[in-house]
């Protein structure tokens, strides 16, 4: 099992979409788990928490770290997949209200759909773009290019703080456009050009 660390706001589009501030690439990005037991394998099909009635879905570019042969205890980006950052919107709107952590908000069962993992060597990460359709309507779509806080700056910030392992997961963060899931929906997502998935919600 592995850690699975996440980025808050890390697309300019969708901090405004909320109203919250935009960070500044200069400072440092905001950072949280969800617990390794979240994911949902490609092909799975997965029920919503009946204690939220806002899950939302959040596509983003995800990575799988390797240990770095040429840095003792560091890691490098060995594959990359599609993932949902699922987030039980109105959880995490009282957190926000009550200055308390995100952790039901984003660490709920099931709350890490993935896909399947993609070799990164030779592919410019930075530039993927990707989308999320459902019921085969489009309803999200970004480019790996938008982030405030790029691949290498993220991987260089988790090294120096946390306790990141070979095999631990990073989500990118997402775009603008995240939106709410409902029980039947059909979800396809896609990296253009290398891979698809695809869930089921119960
Ligand atoms: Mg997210």
Same mark, same amino acid.
């Given at each position: 099992m592995h850690n699975i660390w996440a980025v808050g706001r890390n697309y300019s589009d969708h901090a405004k979409e909320f109203g +919250?501030?935009?960070?500044?690439?200069?400072?440092?990005?905001?950072?949280?788990?969800?617990?390794g037991t979240c994911v949902v394998a490609n092909g799975a099909s997965?029920?919503?928490?009946?204690?939220?009635?806002?899950?939302?879905?959040?596509?983003e570019l995800a990575l799988q770290f390797a240990a770095n042969p040429r840095v003792p205890g560091g890691v490098l980006v060995d594959a990359f997949t599609i993932a949902?950052?699922?987030?039980?919107?109105?959880? $995490?709107?009282?957190?926000? $209200?009550?200055?308390?952590?995100?952790?039901l908000a984003k660490s709920f069962r099931d709350s890490c759909p993935l896909g399947d993992w993609k070799p990164a060597g030779g592919v410019d990460l930075q530039n993927l773009e990707f989308s999320l359709k459902i019921d085969g309507v489009l309803k999200q779509k970004g480019c790996a290019r938008e982030m405030?806080?790029?691949?290498?700056?993220?991987? $260089?910030?988790? +090294?120096?703080?946390?306790?990141?392992a070979a095999g631990d997961i990073l989500l990118t963060g997402t775009p603008?456009?995240?939106?709410p899931l409902h029980s039947g929906d059909r979800l396809q997502a896609q990296i253009h050009g290398h891979l698809e998935a695809s869930w089921i919600v119960k």
């Open positions: +919250s501030a935009v960070p500044s690439a200069a400072g440092e990005p905001m950072i949280f788990l969800k617990a997965f029920a919503l928490p009946a204690w939220s009635t806002e899950v939302h879905f959040e596509t949902l950052d699922l987030t039980a919107r109105d959880a $995490q709107n009282l957190a926000k $209200q009550n200055g308390t952590p995100w952790t405030i806080f790029a691949i290498p700056r993220l991987v $260089q910030y988790l +090294s120096e703080r946390f306790p990141v603008a456009g995240v939106g």
